[in-house]
């Protein structure tokens, strides 16, 4: 207390997202364990979600498994677990705001309509991959726009729309754990040509992780998303989100992915580099941090 006034202090707060997918390996240990540890030294946060949306591929077992091999390494997390599934209610209400500001329409496209309209060289659209692949090309948002919700047809974004006026998308972003924060700007014409109309709603009802991502670190309070450069690219759509949403955007830390000894990315399904099978040979959670450099 100091006059009278409380202090508040601003609380760091990281988070760790895995899918119960598959087993727990390298990979997501570097992940969870860096987030955890840029938490814990400064006094913050540690916070735990699973990503179960996907319900075809989400296992309880993966689930069990991977916060086993968590509290192995030595990992203690604040608050319940967030599971993903357990919120379609505030996923739709989300969808529900954009779609009530204009900002969504209905899309009837077929992997393989999108697929021959961008590599039509007459139409002149964009070949570039982004986070979703494949850039829309826009068939849909072309359309009568009176059409109607047509029921279990996915939503898009009109991006176009969501950056009317504006120049710039831009959001703080951490090079190294030890750096100062530094503005990362997307300008709007690199958003709307290069990552376009993203899904928003999934043809089977189902929210599109960047929508439940952004919802639910914001449900968290993170202050920091610690994750790997594979999501490096769909930041930007994440800004956006959070603007049109009027949630906050956290400062993003983006880390190197750990890769196998010829190179290759770690896959979840790589079960050859999953946490069970070093504890089942006996290896310790330091023996863990030392392998891949923590
Ligand atoms: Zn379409």
Redesign the pocket.
Known sequence: MVLGYRVETFVIRTRFAPSPTGPLHLGHAYSAITAHDFARVQGGEFLLRIEDIDQSRARPVWEAQILDDLHWLGLTWHGPVLRQSERLTTYSEAIEILNAAGLLYC???TRR?IAQAVSAPQEGVLTHSCPDSTVYPG??RSSDETIKRIEGAPLRLNMALALNGRSSVSFMELISLQSLPKININNTKYIIDKIGDIVILRKNEEAAYHLAVVVDDAAQDITHVVRGDDLKLATPIHAVLQQLLGLPTPTYMHHPLIRDETGKRLAKRDDAKAISKFRAEGATPAGIRAMIGL
């Open positions: 899309c009837t496209c309509d068939t849909c």
